[in-house]
């Protein structure tokens, strides 16, 4: 059995035990078991009054108390097949987000099995935008260049994978417009633990070492009450900053609500015209003090992005992840969610990828995809659960959707079903009639409607996809992209994974060039590494 990946605690201050903390649960499987959203102890006090109680008395310490697991995550419904003849377009925001992605990594190397994954914890798109493609490069003037192509599905003989990517340019962030910045620290008792606080302040560090004269920071921090510890200081003071930061201690609950507030009020204070205007949130998403529900969270972000101010959220630490509630601060706040597990991740989120992490290039992106039923029976969108949208939402300029940075790459995998099968799009044998001739016309047509930074009106563009985009021999990219979406199915246990698992997963990875990216390369070991995990 994997021992579940528990945080002591040391003997100081009462403040510096989290406020909510799970009952211990009982271990299941071959690792941690799955989270429930519980805060209190059998005595009915929470776990921090019950520890105080403790200590005060004599009848235990802080030693006698662990934190388990009280990770919480948004379920997810997974999409079915639809008919293309009853239903032929298919809308959604798009999504630049990758924490799942990073979070599952974690996950695997604590020795997690498959059993022990919690649901709702693997969101298949993050898992695909985790990477980088060689995707078409925008035109001039245009915000990003697409690619399409479609090829064989490797788990269902009788679909087809179809694949759209985006790419937007890459951009030198020393020569990005101006960055008004605010960093909004999570500095609550529950940050205490090494892959939280401390990891933060060396993640916040080597982004400070990147910042220019152009750019401005300020600190707000946030416990049991929020606290400004800079404000409006230039970029080249980078030991100011820094000592700042390192200077942070964590203690207290989460008034996270309040933080938020005053983080935006400065931004306001400083904002730049025509630059980079943002909060950059540091958390484990555990806010328990003022607005602590989503929906009382959302409301007060839609509300505070008006004025021009993107929130950004970064995600820290384990056993006591709010992954729901980060990804709704950051989706409502027009910005990006990233999980942050180790240096290595801290470097490729804030420095490698700092243009895509901060520079916002195109705003409330949306894909709107028509099928052809004359050729598409039916069609699957892999992933994208939680971004789907109405279809008269494509051209309601006032829906929110996603934006995209500089650098960004976006991937879109549809499974598809063509009316040359002998199957329904469900798979079901088809009484009347055998495989047919698919029609020389479009397969469907691609339309990308997205606004530019604060612009208030939408701009089209449209991309139809015919056979001439069909190969056996599919490229490196799609591959690679298909055996992501393959392992996510396995790892959620898809409905839809065909003849898919862990095995198939890692023989087709062996066919597939991952050694000239290290992130790639990093993949493969995992899906060996989760394989093993199950066998201990």
């Known amino acids: 059995m994997k021992k579940l990946n528990k945080l002591f605690w040391g003997k100081r201050n009462v403040s510096m035990l989290l406020a909510a903390l799970l009952t211990a649960g009982t271990l299941a499987g071959c690792g941690a078991a799955k989270s429930t959203d519980m805060s209190s102890t059998e005595s009915g006090m929470s776990v921090t009054e019950d520890a105080a109680a403790a200590e005060e008395t004599g009848a235990g310490s802080y030693d006698d108390y662990e934190m388990s697991n009280a990770e919480e995550y948004n379920a997810v419904d997974e999409s079915g097949f639809v008919s293309a003849a009853v239903s032929p377009l298919s809308t959604f925001s798009a999504d630049v987000d990758t924490a799942s992605y990073s979070n599952l990594r974690r996950m695997i190397e604590d020795g997690y099995c498959l059993e022990d994954i919690p649901d709702g914890a693997v969101r298949i798109e993050e898992l695909l935008n985790y990477f980088q493609y060689d995707y078409v490069r925008p035109e001039k003037d245009e915000p990003f260049g697409v690619t399409t192509q479609i090829a064989d599905c490797p788990w269902n003989p009788n679909s087809k994978i179809a694949m759209i990517g985006l790419k937007t340019m890459d951009i030198d962030f020393s020569e990005a417009p101006a960055s008004n910045l605010v960093f909004l620290l999570d500095v609550s008792g529950s940050m205490y633990s090494d892959d939280k606080l401390p990891l933060l302040q060396k993640s916040f560090s080597m982004l400070t070492e990147n910042l220019t004269e152009k750019d401005?920071?300020?600190?707000?921090?946030?416990?049991?009450?929020?606290?400004?510890?800079?404000?409006?200081?230039?970029?080249?003071?980078?030991a100011q900053i820094i000592e700042a930061i390192n200077s942070l201690e964590a203690s207290g609950s989460t008034a996270g609500s309040d933080g938020i507030i005053t983080a935006y009020q400065?931004?306001?204070?400083?904002?730049?015209?025509?630059?980079?205007?943002?909060?950059?949130?540091?958390?484990?998403?555990?806010?328990?003090v003022g607005l602590t529900t989503e929906a009382e969270l959302e409301e007060l972000i839609s509300r505070e992005k008006e004025s021009g101010v993107y929130l950004s959220v970064l995600g820290f630490g384990t056993g006591n992840i709010k992954d729901n509630k980060m990804e709704t601060l950051a989706d409502k706040g027009n910005g990006i969610y990233a999980y942050i597990d180790s240096l290595t991740e801290a470097k490729k989120v804030l420095v490698e990828e700092m243009g895509a992490t901060l520079v916002t290039v195109a705003e409330d992106v949306k894909f709107q995809v028509e099928f052809n039923p004359a050729v598409v029976a039916g069609y699957r969108l892999i992933g994208y659960e939680n971004r789907r949208l109405a279809e008269q939402d494509f051209t309601d300029d006032t829906k929110d959707a996603g934006e995209i940075g500089a650098g960004h790459t976006v991937t879109v995998l549809y499974e598809i079903v063509t009316t040359d099968t002998p199957t329904t799009y469900a798979g079901t044998p088809l009484k009347y009639g055998g495989a047919q001739e698919l029609p020389d016309e479009e397969w469907f047509t691609v339309s990308i409607r997205y606004k530019e930074p604060g612009a208030d009106q939408s701009l089209l563009q449209s991309y139809p996809v015919d056979a001439a985009d069909y190969t056996k021999e599919p490229g490196n990219d799609i591959q690679f992209a298909m055996a992501v979406a393959e392992f996510g199915l396995v790892v959620t246990d898809s409905d839809y994974k065909g003849d898919a698992d862990m095995r198939t997963v890692i023989d087709r990875l062996k066919t597939i060039d991952t050694k000239s990216d290290?992130?790639?390369?990093?993949?493969?070991?995992?899906v060996r590494r989760l394989e093993q995990n199950g066998e201990k």
Not at 216 to 238: C, F, M, P, Q, W
Not at 518 to 526: A, H, N, P, Q, S
Request: proline share 0%; glycine share 10%; aromatic share 10%.
């Open 266 to 288: 400065i931004a306001e204070n400083y904002f730049i015209e025509g630059g980079n205007n943002r909060v950059i949130l540091a958390t484990d998403g555990d806010l328990n």
């Open 518 to 526: 290290e992130y790639k390369d990093e993949f493969c070991y995992l």
């Open 216 to 238: 401005t920071v300020s600190i707000v921090v946030y416990a049991g009450e929020d606290r400004v510890i800079l404000e409006g200081v230039n970029g080249t003071k980078r």
